[in-house]
């Protein structure tokens, strides 16, 4: 070849080297768009938004959310597709802010560019739901039914239903209107509580508020008897007014008769009331110890028959003990001796006791001892 040619072929090949260089050293370019979206404030978890527009000339790119220039959580960016979704829907409420900016980072490699972000918010008209606390004072002891009154309630869109949130029965009942009823009266109790207490819930769709009903009650006059029958233990009646205890004597609880206080301490409770029934029984002590101890009625089965100290108290504490057993000797549980039990003998004059053979047949009266409210 001649140097000419020669000289020809080494430009060329010079030439062709430094085309390809320049082509396989050209820098990334990455190409972007701001993005910019309208939705209706209140949007789901994960709505999608839209996908942000972005280029290159090579390679691959990459998303993520720039933190420093963004509401933390407002949105996300899928990081290898580029769709933004909503993320924490706490932002999305038009009555706090109308708009939110921020800023996403797009990368190829060494080069990365940020993208504006602004999701405009519009208004959407919401349910709003308004109760009220409400107070009332009546008389303890109302009827099933009786109107406590009505709630003050609204709402801007609609209709409101309205319900009474209890873990267990409720005192109160609430009707389409919202009027509250009584419905269970034993909870009107003043001896029991002062005060009944309740929860009513309005709702309108998906919003719902609630509020405290309390019902103050005053105090009417009235028989031992009628507390009793309305729930009120004899320990209660007692300690809140211990000169009732002559009414308590006598009257039935429980599927008993009730008997006198104890100072005596014999029952090991120290001070406590007695609560006896006559079961009309007769039989030798053995078999009225075995009645008495199985004996489950009012709801409960601790029944035993009577220490004859605790008998004794029973009468001595009234005197005679008129009209509440028949004239008869009734089993106790002291012995006195081999196979001899104490017998008490109530009447409407005395009463007092003796030994008797175990084997005799006599009355029986089943007791136990009330302490506190709940025993």
């Known amino acids: 070849m001649s140097p000419r040619k020669l000289s020809l072929f080494f430009t060329f090949a010079f030439l062709l080297s430094g085309i390809s260089c320049t ?18 404030e209140n949007p789901t978890l994960g709505q999608v938004l839209g996908t942000v527009a972005v280029t290159t000339n090579r390679g691959t790119l990459t ?5 420093s220039e963004t509401l933390s959580g407002a949105f996300a960016i899928n990081a290898t597709t580029g769709q933004l979704t909503v993320g ?15 800023k996403v980072k797009v990368t190829n ?11 405009t918010l519009t208004d959407v008209v919401e349910v709003v739901v308004n109760i009220s606390n409400f107070t009332a004072t009546i008389a303890e002891n109302p009827t099933q039914g009786q109107l406590l009154g009505t709630v003050t309630s609204s709402t801007n869109l609609g209709g409101l239903t309205f319900s009474m949130i209890s873990e267990g029965t409720s005192p109160i009942a609430v009707n389409s209107v919202g009027e509250l009823t009584v419905a269970t009266p034993s909870y009107f109790n003043y001896e029991l509580r002062t005060t009944v207490q309740a929860t009513v819930r309005a709702t309108n769709g998906n919003v719902s508020k609630d509020a405290t009903v309390i019902i103050t009650l005053t105090d009417v006059t ?23 205890l ?4 006598g009257k039935t609880f429980a599927g008993g008769k009730i008997g006198s206080l104890t100072t005596t301490g014999t029952t090991g409770k120290g001070n406590c009331l007695i609560l006896y029934i006559d079961m009309e029984y007769s039989g030798n002590q053995s078999a009225s110890n075995t009645v008495a101890n199985n004996l489950e009625t009012g709801g409960y089965s601790d029944w035993r028959l009577l220490t004859e100290s605790e008998a ?10 008129p009209n509440l057993f028949p004239f008869a000797y009734f089993w106790t549980s002291t012995g006195c001796g081999g196979i001899c039990y104490k017998a008490y003998y109530f009447s409407n004059s005395s009463c007092g006791s003796g030994g008797e053979p175990s084997s005799n047949g006599h009355h029986l009266v ?10």
Do not use: M
């Open 109 to 119: 490699g060494s080069v990365s560019k940020l993208i504006n972000v602004t999701i």
């Open 23 to 40: 082509k396989e050293e050209d820098p990334i370019s990455i190409n972007v768009t701001d993005f910019a979206v309208t939705i209706a």
């Open 366 to 375: 089943a007791g136990r001892v009330y302490d506190d409210p709940n025993n």
């Open 312 to 321: 004794i108290t029973v009468c001595a504490t009234q005197g005679a003990v």
């Open 63 to 67: 998303y993520s959310v720039e933190p």
């Open 88 to 102: 924490s829907i706490g932002f999305y409420d038009f009555e706090t802010r109308t708009s939110i900016a921020g």
């Open 246 to 249: 002559n009414q308590i004597y």
């Open 222 to 244: 009235e028989t031992v008897q009628k507390r009793l029958d309305d729930g009120e233990t004899p320990y209660q009646i007692y300690t809140k007014d211990n000169t009732l």
